[in-house]
């Protein structure tokens, strides 16, 4: 996408925004949460070091994932993933080991690791939140509607995409769905899913699943109460690396990969646009925690 292309694709996105019932969202730039609330873009770390994030609306916390590096020798090192939870009405922070990747679910947030076997502890509270025979899931806030996946595994050992408990009506092939990165809405009358290959869809009950087609999409889709979607996707550009979550565009050439946008699409919606030109996993947020990350990012940076 050339530049004037996406100008026209921000500003497209700015008029379907302007309509959105909660225009707030947060998101990872250059490796540290910032977030976009009523037009105001802040940000709320100076780490250039979080690899993935999520945000409870219900729970005031935020969670940030970082690697702790090791060395064992002068040739090896040792990497451990370690997760900051903060609770921003307090301050107070306790640190989770060994999770590697989270996301916003079920009103809490829970961890996400790629491969099967997923922990169920939310990192907030502690809790062991299960739905068996759900072996991954995600849930509404208050957790009476529950959508996932009975097995995992290889590609044919991955069970369709279910909602309801028990299991009660498939909303999409195995195929179709990245088991990682589908999500359910705060108040579960959405559900969003895609994969490399397949479109980026939302369901809002049997027989109305709406889809888009897409180019590159990374990380966990967020979508809200009224269908619309927040996604990691290609720009078209090129962007130097320093990590997967710390890049920029590329000056000359083209760079080390293709530059990762905030998306946004909502059914009715031809194709995705883009609301910030780089970025990475995207989360819709309430005004007033956007406030409370803003207030706690205030203190700790003036050491209150």
Request: glycine share 12%.
């Given at each position: 996408m050339n530049r004037s292309v996406l100008i026209v694709a921000l500003l497209s996105a700015a008029s379907s925004f302007a309509q959105s019932k909660s225009p707030c969202f947060a998101f990872l730039l250059r490796a540290d949460v910032t977030i976009v609330c009523h037009g105001k873009t802040s940000q709320i770390t100076h780490r250039?070091?979080?690899e993935d994030f999520a945000v409870s609306d219900e729970l005031s916390s935020l969670a940030y994932v970082t690697s702790v590096v090791t060395p064992l020798d002068k040739d090896r090192n040792e990497v451990h993933s370690k997760t900051s939870v903060i609770n921003l009405g307090t301050g107070d922070t306790k640190q989770v080991a060994g999770i590697e990747g989270i996301v916003s679910t079920c009103g809490?947030?829970?961890?996400?690791?790629?491969?099967?076997?997923?922990?169920t502890r939310d990192v907030v509270t502690d809790e062991e939140v299960q739905f068996p025979p759900f072996v991954r899931f995600r849930c509404s806030s208050d957790r009476r509607v529950v959508a996932g996946i009975t097995s995992e595994g290889s590609r044919d050992q991955?069970?369709?995409?279910?909602?309801?408990?028990?299991?009660?009506v498939k909303i999409a092939a195995a195929a179709d769905v990245?088991?990682?990165?589908?999500?359910?809405?705060?108040?579960?009358?959405?559900?969003?899913?895609?994969?490399?290959?397949?479109?980026?869809?939302?369901?809002?009950g049997p027989g109305s699943s709406r889809c888009v087609e897409h180019a590159t999409i990374a990380?966990?889709?967020?979508?809200n109460d009224s269908g619309e979607a927040l996604v990691a996707t290609?720009?078209?550009?090129?962007?130097?690396?320093?990590?997967?979550?710390?890049?920029?565009?590329?000056?000359?050439?083209?760079?080390?990969?293709?530059?990762?946008?905030?998306?946004?699409?909502?059914?009715?919606?031809?194709?995705?646009?883009?609301?910030?030109?780089?970025?990475?996993?995207?989360?819709?947020?309430?005004?007033?925690?956007?406030?409370?990350?803003?207030?706690?990012?205030?203190?700790?940076?003036?050491?209150?």
């Open positions: 250039r070091d979080i809490g947030i829970l961890p996400n690791q790629i491969g099967p076997g997923t922990s991955m069970s369709d995409l279910y909602v309801g408990h028990p299991p009660a990245y088991v990682h990165f589908f999500n359910i809405s705060p108040d579960g009358s959405k559900i969003a899913w895609f994969n490399d290959t397949r479109p980026l869809c939302v369901y809002s990380d966990p889709v967020s979508v290609g720009n078209g550009r090129g962007c130097v690396y320093k990590s997967p979550t710390n890049f920029r565009p590329a000056r000359l050439g083209a760079g080390d990969d293709e530059c990762l946008g905030i998306g946004y699409w909502k059914p009715g919606m031809k194709s995705i646009v883009f609301l910030e030109a780089i970025g990475r996993t995207p989360q819709w947020i309430k005004p007033e925690t956007a406030e409370l990350l803003r207030r706690w990012s205030a203190r700790k940076n003036t050491g209150r």
